[in-house]
């Protein structure tokens, strides 16, 4: 998995020379200036040298183009076929959905496979089940409300 | 006979290529389509289109029976088959023949004789053609097989009669080792690929170039070449890169192949376009090198652009025209070969995931364009890349007065194409061209497979800042064009994205 750095902007007053930012990995913070182009392209200065970046956004990753080189980012949490567990034991929708059920609460302990949280999209029902066991440690959804895809809904810490 | 309508049997890019040839010689095109694409640039730029079946080759494009009911609802007095799917498929041309209408390309009876590469190898020997030494053993029990390869001597490479693309071929180092294994082996996958378990011996050439002679054949017995192409840069038996002329080609040997192939073109009765393809020995530093006949293609080839840039001759136009039973369009003399042309194939493929094939909508595409730069493509924003079919999503092709100034101009258009969607292999394709030893001009068939690892690293650390941080704007801007309310936040130094984690 690429690891998406953490961003931050210093301010997005577009003057000359664009928008500061920061973009922060475990080992570095790197400043850079971005220069909106419009239509999704930007002229970002790191150091002396100039790229220009192509940006789309897709249902399940943004992608950047530098140069044709190609960056592919998954949104921050991403649904998987199955347990639509990421990596980081966050649980979220892979479409846009209405909660209809919510079957657990914070403290409670699961076992992989049971049903944490019910959507309902296009008139289909989508359990959202445990991709492993665990125990609640934040639920950021309520009946009725609506989610977006990627969005954490259920958050589980591994029990040993 | 004039043409009137042609059905283009194909997808894709080279659907669109000879779609555009049907209308700029004043011919109707049809298209064919499953319901997969329907709504596919090839389908679109038809004046009439047939949708024959599902999403599977087997119930659309390689189902002769639906094809040739689609021709004759249609009008059509001519098909086009392209390359891949039926092309090479003596059963198609002869249904095509069959049906009264033309066939684009050489007879049935010479495609199959031209698609047994054990008949293949003994036309071209009885013709004077130098063949790769080797056996066709008539006795075709695994002791025949066996006794076979060891008059040939290792290294060497055992290979199915039917066979192509690597399906049904075994590499042998050391005979009492791998000789059994191997035989068994190549025939159990050559009955399953192609039902047919004929086996072959070739001595294996450690480090060989693969170039190709292109060829045209009339009714009236004259054949002309354009020249080769050099296809060295493979990875598993697919062509990568090719370029036109063959770089640091001796004359001499570039003599022998370009006779060699009008002999084979003379020996196999050919009509229409071909390609026949040598192996070179890459070993041999002067112009006696070995030079030996590998196949011959029967079709249009992927690669046919080059060719096309370097002697401006259009290979599809003359395919027409052969096909109506006029004589060739140009003499051996008129042909002549002008600067240089390279060709990058763009797949839809993650190269830093063992080349995965990938799948799924295009959210972004804008082709290179400029002078000396030609793409063919049938991708668009918005179209889907379908799991069904091949993954070229297109060829960008350079030529400029010499080497390399092509191979610079390819690389700065593969920096200007933007595809995002699905991974693509611009990025290999870009440090395949930078590479000292392609600069040079001195690669070998086992190239690409020998410096993989150097070809596939991931994109530099800059870059993906680079990204991220435009990421990080474009978001923030957008939700700032969405909402006033979050302006203070804009505002507020040292905001922090949300949504922006490490995951």
Known sequence: MTERPHVTVESLKTGEGGVSAVVRTPNRDTPLRVQPLGAGRYLVEVGTRRLTVTLASGSTADWGQVDGHTVRWPHATQATADGDEHHDGTHAAATPATVTDVRVAPGDTVASGDTLVILEAMKMEMPIRAGRPGRVTALQCAVGDQVQPGVPLVELEEID | ?????????????????????????????????????????????????????????????????????????TGADAVHPGYGFLSESPDFAE???????????????????????????QLMERAGVPVVPGGTPDDQSDTGVMAAARRVGAPLLIKASAGGGGRGMRVVRDLDAELTDAVQLARREATAAFGNGTLYVERLFPRARHIEVQVLADDH???????????????????????????????????????????????????????????????????????????????????????????????????????SGEPLPWRQEEITVRGH???????????????????????????????????????????????????????????????????????????????????TNLDFLQRTLEHAAVQHGAVDTGFLEAHLDALTTPPEDDTKLAVAAALAVDDRLSRRRLTDAVDAVDDAPWTTLGGWRLT
């Open chain 2, 221 to 323: 017995d004259q054949v002309v070449h354009l020249y080769e192409r050099d296809c060295s840069l493979q990875r598993r038996h697919q062509k990568v890169i090719e370029e036109s002329p063959a770089p640091r080609l001796q004359e001499g040997i570039r003599r022998r192949l370009t006779d060699a192939a009008v002999a084979a073109t003379h020996a196999a009765g050919y009509r229409n376009v071909g390609t026949v393809e040598f192996l070179v020995d890459a070993s041999e530093p002067g112009e006696d090198a070995t030079i030996a006949f590998l196949e011959m293609n029967t079709r249009l080839q992927v690669e046919h652009p080059i060719t096309e840039a370097v002697t401006g001759r259009d290979l599809v136009h003359a395919q027409f025209e052969i096909a």
């Open chain 2, 95 to 121: 249904a095509v023949s069959g049906a009264g209408l033309t066939w684009i390309g050489p007879p049935a009876a010479v495609i199959a004789r031209l698609g047994s590469k054990i008949e293949a190898r």
């Open chain 2, 1 to 73: 006979m004039s043409l009137r309508r042609v059905l283009v049997a194909n997808r894709g890019e080279i659907a669109c290529r000879i779609i555009r040839a049907c209308h700029e010689r004043g011919l109707d095109a049809i298209a064919v389509c499953s319901t997969a694409d329907q709504e596919s640039p090839h389908a679109r730029l038809a004046d009439q289109r047939v949708i024959i079946g599902g999403p599977h080759p087997q119930k659309s494009y390689l189902d002769i029976g639906r094809l040739i009911d689609a021709a004759r609802e």
């Open chain 2, 341 to 423: 042309a390279v060709e990058c194939r763009v797949y839809a493929e993650d190269p830093a995931a063992k080349f995965r094939p990938d799948a799924g909508r295009l959210l972004r595409y804008e082709e290179p364009a400029g002078p000396g730069l030609r793409v063919d493509a049938a991708v668009e924003a918005g179209g889907s890349i379908s799991p069904h079919y091949d993954g070229l999503l297109a060829k960008v092709v350079s030529c400029a007065e010499d080497r390399a100034t092509a191979l610079a101009r390819a690389r700065v258009a593969l920096a200007r194409y933007v595809i995002l969607g699905v991974h």
